[in-house]
């Protein structure tokens, strides 16, 4: 029997080692969980670490320590948030912790930031940010994610949001925020800023000849000899088509008008040098209109559009061309909406109607042509003038369907007057390029000469030079095709056009026009004269037939007839007439024509 303090040892003993078995399994379990602890964070896929409140990091895993630039995560135990990013300071690792002790915070707080490492190199993180609770103490767990391929992507977007895919200048969304900055920036420093719409002419044709593939080549090469002309502060940007905007910015006080005027200057110059394209010689100008803070506008969108504004007159002055915007412009661009929402439904309300002007013969006063001239009493305006509403209906495209109707009416109306004084007259009527564009037009004719049972040669079509140099290559191959019809082809207000003798022997037309501008000094002015009986003669040494303008007296119809022009058109033979009227008065010309030989007078 043992002595009672041999059990109190023996207890004592026994408890000792189950206390220390238990502090075994205990450590043992709490090694298992360390471990597998640590094993989870490391076995992230993105960075991790818990920082205190001091900014000392207790915990990290190994994608932590690859994505700052450390050997290992062991490394990053003990150190200070500072020291892992060089370009933190310890205000705002401290500022950073005070926002989870912060009231009602939404969990986790997000960041991106781009992280500075030590090695030199840039990190785009996405920082997620909670709180961690550990023995009553506050900690911070932070997730660092890797966006540097999210950021690529982002960056790739913000491009094509912002530059133009075919120039790599800045696109149409991009210079209207970098033109609201400049204006902002000339407001407050008292400065100036001009804006130049730039416009490729002929820019179509080259799409049309050779394709949407040498355009863009085109559009590039121009974008790259303009960039070439700017100074390193101006910006430069497509707008859309062919369409170029140029920023002149931080100009001194009334000084950006003559700058734009003298950049325009010199654009111009440059793009008329022409392109090499695909092994072709291109010639294309450049048409730019002017708008400038705080002389005509003092946002964005009024600069930009007060610059389209001048550019279309520069267009209208012809290819080639500068114009500073003004308030008359915009007066006449105002009256150009109105006219085009009138034009609307204009042809089905019946608002159009033709008149006809008689052409004689310069020799024997016999009528023999005459023109069509389409006028127009709309509904809401009044009378409009063809000045006004013909380039309107040119721009929206509504001169196509207004062309048919001319063309069927007058032909209509030269199948009424058969069997009458008017039976073999010829009837010329005004042709735009966008109706030698319409791929139905040579039907349309065609359609319109055997519905009202005519013959081809008892039509004209007349053209402007500006018709001929739109698409030189498409208008001479409908043209050709007119003429194999047997319709007649008249060249009108010749002599004020751009390069009008190439065009006789290029376009093989029938007819020349005179203008009015010569022939209406021909009787005082010995250079006018002069070079009216130049013309003429050059019209014969080519065999075509001449028709003088605007004959308002007997002795300019004297004049012409003994140059010999061949046809007379203007005041001194007649205004122009509505159908019953013309009737008339080619009745009263067919009876008279025989005793007033050379006698001009109505």
């Given at each position: 029997m043992l002595h009672p303090d041999m059990y109190v040892v023996w207890f004592v003993g026994t408890s000792i080692l189950k206390v220390l078995s238990m502090l075994g399994l205990v450590y043992a379990v709490q090694d298992e969980i360390q471990q597998r602890y640590a094993r989870t964070i490391d076995s992230l896929s993105h960075g991790f670490l818990i920082r205190d409140r001091r900014g000392y990091v207790h915990v990290a895993n190994e994608r932590c320590a690859k994505l700052l630039g450390f050997n290992n995560a062991q490394e990053l135990i003990g150190l200070h948030v500072c020291d892992l990013l060089p370009n933190l300071t310890r205000d705002m690792a401290d500022q950073y912790f005070r926002r989870f002790e912060a009231k009602d915070v939404q969990y986790p707080i997000s960041d991106t930031a781009v992280m500075r490492l030590r090695n030199g190199n840039s990190l785009p993180v996405e920082l997620l940010g909670s709180p961690y609770i550990e023995r009553g103490r506050l900690f911070c767990l932070v997730q660092l994610l890797d966006i540097s391929e999210r950021k690529k992507k982002d960056d790739l977007l913000y491009q094509a949001a912002r530059i133009d895919p075919v120039t790599g200048f800045y696109n149409r969304h991009a210079l209207s925020l970098r033109l609201a900055q400049e204006v902002a920036h000339a407001v407050t420093a008292g400065r100036e800023c001009a804006v130049l719409f730039i416009d490729l002419d002929k820019f179509k044709r080259v799409n049309d000849s050779f394709g949407h593939a040498a355009g863009d080549e085109l559009?590039?090469?121009?974008?790259?000899?303009?960039?070439?002309?700017?100074?390193?502060?101006?910006?430069?940007?497509?707008?859309?088509?062919?369409?170029?905007?140029?920023?002149?910015?931080?100009?001194?006080?009334?000084?950006?008008?003559?700058?734009?005027?003298?950049?325009?200057?010199?654009?111009?110059?440059?793009?008329?040098?022409?392109?090499?394209?695909?092994?072709?010689?291109?010639?294309?100008?450049?048409?730019?209109?002017?708008?400038?803070?705080?002389?005509?506008?003092?946002?964005?969108?009024?600069?930009?559009?007060?610059?389209?504004?001048?550019?279309?007159?520069?267009?209208?002055?012809?290819?080639?061309?500068?114009?500073?915007?003004?308030?008359?412009?915009?007066?006449?661009?105002?009256?150009?909406?109105?006219?085009?929402?009138?034009?609307?439904?204009?042809?089905?309300?019946?608002?159009?109607?033709?008149?006809?002007?008689?052409?004689?013969?310069?020799?024997?006063?016999?009528?023999?042509?005459?023109?069509?001239?389409?006028?127009?009493?709309?509904?809401?305006?009044?009378?409009?003038?063809?000045?006004?509403?013909?380039?309107?209906?040119?721009?929206?495209?509504?001169?196509?369907?207004?062309?048919?109707?001319?063309?069927?009416?007058?032909?209509?109306?030269?199948?009424?007057?058969?069997?009458?004084?008017?039976?073999?007259?010829?009837?010329?009527?005004?042709?735009?390029?966008?109706?030698?564009?319409?791929?139905?037009?040579?039907?349309?004719?065609?359609?319109?000469l055997i519905s009202n049972g005519l013959s081809p040669h008892q039509l004209e079509l007349e053209l402007t030079e500006r018709v001929l140099i739109e698409d030189a290559a498409n208008v001479q191959a409908v043209l050709a095709q007119l003429r194999a019809l047997g319709v007649g082809i008249s060249l009108d207000d010749f002599g004020t056009g751009y390069s009008s003798l190439s065009y006789l022997t290029q376009f093989h037309l029938n007819t020349l026009k005179i203008d009015r501008a010569f022939v209406m000094d021909i009787e005082h002015s010995e250079r006018s004269n002069s070079l009216v009986h130049a013309i003429i003669a050059m019209g014969h040494s080519l065999g075509l037939q001449l028709v003088a303008e605007g004959v308002e007296t007997a002795g300019q119809a004297a004049i012409l007839e003994k140059m010999g022009c061949h046809y007379l058109q203007g005041y001194h033979i007649s205004r122009p007439l509505p159908p019953d009227e013309l009737l008339r008065f080619a009745d009263e010309r067919r009876s008279q024509a025989p005793a007033v030989h050379g006698d001009y007078a109505i």
């Open positions: 559009l590039r090469t121009a974008a790259n000899r303009l960039h070439g002309l700017l100074r390193p502060c101006d910006v430069l940007a497509r707008f859309g088509g062919d369409e170029f905007i140029v920023i002149i910015p931080d100009l001194a006080p009334n000084s950006a008008e003559q700058m734009a005027i003298d950049c325009a200057d010199v654009i111009i110059a440059a793009m008329g040098k022409g392109f090499e394209l695909s092994y072709h010689a291109i010639s294309v100008t450049a048409s730019i209109g002017i708008a400038c803070y705080p002389d005509h506008g003092d946002d964005s969108d009024t600069l930009i559009r007060c610059a389209d504004i001048a550019m279309y007159e520069a267009k209208k002055a012809g290819r080639g061309e500068q114009r500073v915007f003004n308030d008359a412009m915009n007066a006449a661009a105002k009256d150009g909406l109105v006219i085009d929402g009138a034009l609307r439904g204009a042809i089905e309300a019946n608002e159009f109607y033709l008149v006809y002007q008689a052409i004689t013969n310069a020799h024997t006063g016999r009528l023999t042509k005459v023109e069509a001239l389409l006028r127009w009493h709309s509904s809401l305006l009044g009378p409009v003038s063809p000045d006004r509403f013909i380039p309107v209906a040119e721009d929206s495209g509504m001169i196509i369907p207004l062309g048919t109707w001319v063309l069927e009416q007058a032909c209509r109306q030269m199948g009424q007057w058969k069997q009458s004084a008017l039976d073999d007259v010829t009837i010329s009527i005004n042709v735009s390029a966008w109706q030698l564009a319409d791929p139905d037009f040579l039907q349309l004719v065609s359609q319109a």
